[in-house]
């Protein structure tokens, strides 16, 4: 059973929903955790996510078609990608900063004139000072694996 039968299977035992509705409800989801990680730092971190999804792809197309035996530079430029996501990771641990310094000045401006503070408010600043990060992160790994994947590619061509 995929993810998707199984989240439309538990939505039809509670509520009549069909797939279609799971889907547009999944993509709600993800919409309204985009704009609350921060559009600005989300947006930033999509286009790089773009960029270097793109910068290892297209160079472990080049890499693939070139007839060189050594594939040494074009492993270079595909670790370029690494490097790209890595820096990724890094402006979402940023966002992450920038959305706690944030949270932090509204909870000062909130205990000075109520000189009572929630800590459930607390949390839920820190929950979504989180989004960023774990978006930098998955967008490291998923450009780990793209890497890894084009080395094992190019190193069993070399190999043959």
Not at 26 to 38: A, H, Q, S, T
Not at 82 to 92: A, H, I, P
Not at 106 to 112: N, S, W, Y
Request: proline share 1%; aromatic share 14%.
């Amino acid at each position: 059973m995929t993810f998707l039968e199984r989240d439309s299977t538990l939505m039809n035992s509670e509520n009549s929903y069909n797939l279609a509705e799971v889907l547009i409800i999944k993509n709600n989801f993800m919409k309204e955790l985009f704009f609350m990680g921060g559009s600005l730092f989300m947006s930033i971190l999509t286009i790089l996510f773009i960029v270097t999804s793109a910068w290892i792809i297209y160079h472990f197309i080049v890499a693939y078609r070139s007839k060189e035996p050594n594939h040494k530079k074009h492993l270079r430029k595909i670790g370029i990608g690494k490097s790209l996501g890595l820096f990724t990771m890094v402006v979402g641990i940023m966002g992450q900063m920038v959305g706690l310094y944030e949270m932090f000045d509204a909870v000062e401006q909130i205990f000075r004139s109520a000189n009572e503070i929630k800590p459930a408010l607390v949390f839920a600043g820190i929950k979504v000072t989180m989004i960023c990060t774990i978006y930098g992160i998955t967008i490291y790994l998923l450009s780990l694996l793209l890497w890894f994947a084009a080395i094992f590619v190019l190193e069993k061509k070399a190999n043959n």
